[in-house]
């Protein structure tokens, strides 16, 4: 492995931008705080991607994590190739919705009812509506380095020292649409107490990612979940779990279970639609009751419930749910991480990891919430991830995100991977 050349990629890159802001259809793609350019890819097949340039790399991205099978699993492949034959969407109702939905509850029991959307950015905006729709307040909290996609009320930054004052995180987001968004500290105990016992009363939601993985992997304290699930239960207000990242990656049934805390409302994705856009937001069923046709909270979508993605959904849980396959994924990732741990020790790297994902932040103090994070040596980061890629390995792009195991990354590619950071740090 390691790579020739990426000339193709580059001149396709500049080909991009003539088109497309940026010249990608996500920001974090662009690689630039990575100070390079994207790779642009060909076709990905278990733990690999081949660029156009024919160059091959070890993948730890896994498209953020959807491919805990691997890319391009026979199985999963086969049920989707099937379902487009049959066409790819109706805009009425298919048995695959049913179907996915109870595997679902199935992993996730505290979603009693569920409803598909096309993105994780939409399971959350839904999630939210139909919490302030059946608790009739308006105040959201979230906490600090969360990200639950992109929907206005959510691009939302802490204003300085006081909780009560949010500022847009993105222009373009008007003041208004903040005013009702609060943003408290991660895993801060203190902080949580403190204002729901000063305002609980008007909170209508608290959003979270039950193990943050989009300011890079930070595992909370498991007493700071606790907490949550208490402040909130105490004051009436719907506790959503956002396991668009977490939901079949940390278990079958996402950080919920592993933890042991059930919320009232829960949002899937990534892995869920089996590289397909597919999300689903659910709960208790008194609360998902508030949505039309049966209440007045409004969702809808043209390509909910996509019939190709719900085949992929299916087959990817079919074979999540097989006997043994998180503890044997837990067991190899346990191994990595070991050994890991033995290969930055004293080298001013902290490594967070919570089952399959991981984040090593080039910090030289543990990492605990979003200021943290902060600390990290984003020019060390950047140094490393080309060292990496030179070395044919795509280690997710930036300092903030986490990394991926899957299935198909066997020990010796694990092996072959250490190796690698060995010499690259
Ligand atoms: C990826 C992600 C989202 C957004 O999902 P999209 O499908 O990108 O809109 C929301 N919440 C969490 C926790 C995520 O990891």
Redesign the pocket.
């Known amino acids: 492995m390691g790579i020739n050349d990426r000339k193709k990629s580059a001149a396709a890159f500049q080909e991009a931008l003539t088109v497309i802001p940026g010249g990608v259809n996500s920001p974090v793609r662009a690689l630039k705080s990575v100070g390079t350019t994207p790779l642009f890819v060909k076709e990905a097949k278990g733990a690999y991607i081949t660029d156009i340039d024919d160059n091959k790399f070890i993948d730890f991205c896994m498209s953020?994590g959807v491919f805990i099978l691997g890319h391009g699993n026979d199985d999963v492949n086969n049920a989707a190739k099937a379902a487009i034959e049959r066409g790819s969407s109706y805009g009425i109702p298919t048995l695959a919705e049913t179907e996915l939905a109870k595997r679902v509850r199935n992993a996730f029991p505290s979603m009693e009812r569920l409803r598909f959307v096309n993105?994780?950015?939409?399971a959350?905006m839904s999630a939210i509506r139909v919490a302030r729709g059946f608790t009739g307040r308006d105040i959201l909290v979230k906490f600090e380095g969360n990200?639950?996609?992109?929907a206005d009320h959510l691009l939302v930054a802490a204003g300085s020292g006081v909780a009560n004052i949010s500022n847009a995180s993105s222009a373009g987001v008007p003041q208004g649409f903040v005013n009702y968004t609060v943003v408290l500290p991660y895993n801060d105990e203190e902080a949580l107490r403190k204002y729901f016992k000063e305002n609980g009363d008007k909170v209508a939601a608290v959003i979270l990612?039950p193990v943050a993985?989009?300011m890079g992997v930070v595992v909370p304290d498991e007493s700071f979940l606790h907490a949550v699930r208490e402040v909130t239960e105490k004051s009436g207000t719907i506790l959503i779990f956002?396991e668009?990242?977490t939901g079949f990656r940390l278990s079958f049934g996402g950080a919920q279970q592993r933890f042991g805390i059930k919320p009232d409302m829960t949002?899937v994705?990534?892995i869920v639609g089996g590289g397909f856009p597919a999300?689903a937001f659910g709960g208790r069923e008194d609360i998902m009751r508030v949505l039309a046709p049966e209440g007045p909270v409004y969702q809808a979508g043209t390509l909910s419930g996509n019939p190709v993605a719900m085949a992929a959904g299916i087959a990817t849980l079919d074979t999540l749910s097989k006997d043994g396959f998180y503890s044997e994924l837990e067991q190899r990732s346990d191994n990595f991480i070991s050994k890991l741990e033995k290969i930055i020790a004293g080298k001013g790297i902290q490594l967070n990891r919570c089952g399959s994902m991981f984040t090593m932040f080039f910090n030289s103090s543990p990492v605990r919430n979003f200021q943290d994070t902060k600390k990290s040596d984003q020019e060390r980061f950047a140094k490393y991830f080309r060292n990496m890629l030179s070395r044919g390995i795509y280690v997710s792009p930036s300092q903030f995100e986490g990394n991926f195991i899957s299935v198909c990354h066997t020990p010796e590619i694990l092996d072959y991977v250490l190796k690698s950071i060995e010499e690259s740090i």
């Open positions: 953020w993105s994780g950015t939409e959350t990200y639950h996609g992109h990612e993985c989009n956002d668009v990242i949002t994705g990534k999300a």
